[in-house]
């Protein structure tokens, strides 16, 4: 739709042009205010009262963040479990996590979203993200579709659901954008569980094994202009490390590279026992290391580790990185293997 004023393109939740300024809804009473805290719009610092329920400022037309995404955990089972968390220092989450689990056959979902801050609304495709990665895994899986293919199936399928989200072209070029990893477990009658993981941009996949951090290791490759330069032997890790471009992404999820955009497809046997660990960069910033995760679960008391309390362990592990700073979006999935 256009606004009727300056025929910019505009959303239909907008309620001002931002281009303009002039207000695109009708003065109406509005919906009774959801429960969450607000305390003032953080662009033009109206008061409270002037935020709508869903977060627009009636003085400026700004959209404040919703509280209640600024912290959400996703509590499956005591065996699966996923924190996302606004950290300390940005103004809203653009993580989100999803987790389903299937019956015939049996098998687990876990999808782990980071938003490119630079895009434009990184918070709904990261959510369109994992939401539809998870629901075609677990439709596709339910139709007896192998995981590789199934998996394979479902980062096309959120590739094109974010590329599908409109955006204003006019306001920045760069069009909503999103990380990716995703895992399904799945039985094998001849191997055990296996794990199919997939992935664009640097969101990880971790194996920690609760008993040894030898064995505990990083699964997946970021795909990252660091490792762009070292594995093309242009620089060592070292020089790359020192470049501004060091964590700069190479893929993601977005209309950009709806056409070009290839994810890392992986299968790993999963050993007896162990927790399989997705996380965003506002993790791995700072532990990035297996060792060090390792390390960290083995600071939660042992009775919640030995039986295998995720909730215990993915809050841990955030409030951790919160406590390192918080600088960036954090999230968390754990699964406990046994």
């Known amino acids: 739709m256009n606004c009727p004023n300056c025929q910019i393109v505009v959303f239909p939740t907008d309620r001002f042009c931002e281009e303009c300024g002039i207000p695109l809804v009708a003065d109406v009473p509005p919906d009774p205010p959801k429960a969450v805290q607000v305390h003032g719009c953080s662009k033009c610092g109206a008061s409270s009262t002037a935020i709508d329920a869903e977060g627009y400022c009636s003085s400026c037309g700004f959209r404040n963040p919703i509280t209640d995404r600024d912290r959400f955990e996703v509590l499956l089972s005591k065996d699966l479990a996923g924190v996302c968390d606004r950290g300390l220092k940005h103004r809203s989450n653009e993580d989100f996590l999803a987790l389903e689990s299937l019956e015939n056959p049996q098998a687990l979902i876990l999808a782990v979203c980071d938003g490119v801050s630079s895009s434009q609304t990184p918070e709904l495709a990261s959510q369109t993200a994992a939401k539809t990665t998870a629901e075609v895994l677990r439709t596709r899986l339910n139709q007896g579709e192998t995981p590789e293919l199934a998996m394979r199936a479902a980062i096309a399928a959120a590739l094109q659901a974010v590329s599908a989200i409109p955006y204003k072209p006019h306001v920045s070029a760069d069009p909503p954008s999103t990380t990716l990893v995703a895992a399904g477990i799945h039985k094998n009658q001849e191997q055990g569980s296996i794990a199919t993981i997939g992935w664009l941009g640097d969101s990880r996949a971790y194996w920690i094994d609760p008993n040894s951090e030898a064995n505990s290791k990083q699964l997946t490759v970021d795909d990252s202009w660091l490792n762009d330069m070292v594995s ?47 996380c965003t960069d506002g993790l791995w910033n700072y532990v990035p290391e297996a060792s060090q995760i390792f390390a960290l679960i083995q600071q939660i008391p042992a009775q919640q580790v030995s039986s295998g309390d995720v909730t215990a362990i993915s809050r841990h592990l955030v409030d951790f990185a919160r406590s390192q700073g918080g600088h960036d979006n954090i999230t968390v999935a754990v699964l406990y293997l046994t």
């Open 232 to 278: 093309s032997g242009k620089m060592s890790e070292a020089e790359a490390l020192r470049s501004p471009q060091a964590h700069a992404i190479t893929s993601w999820l977005g209309a950009d590279v709806k056409d070009s955009a290839e994810p890392s497809i992986i299968n790993f046997s999963l050993p007896e026992a162990g927790y399989l660990l997705l």
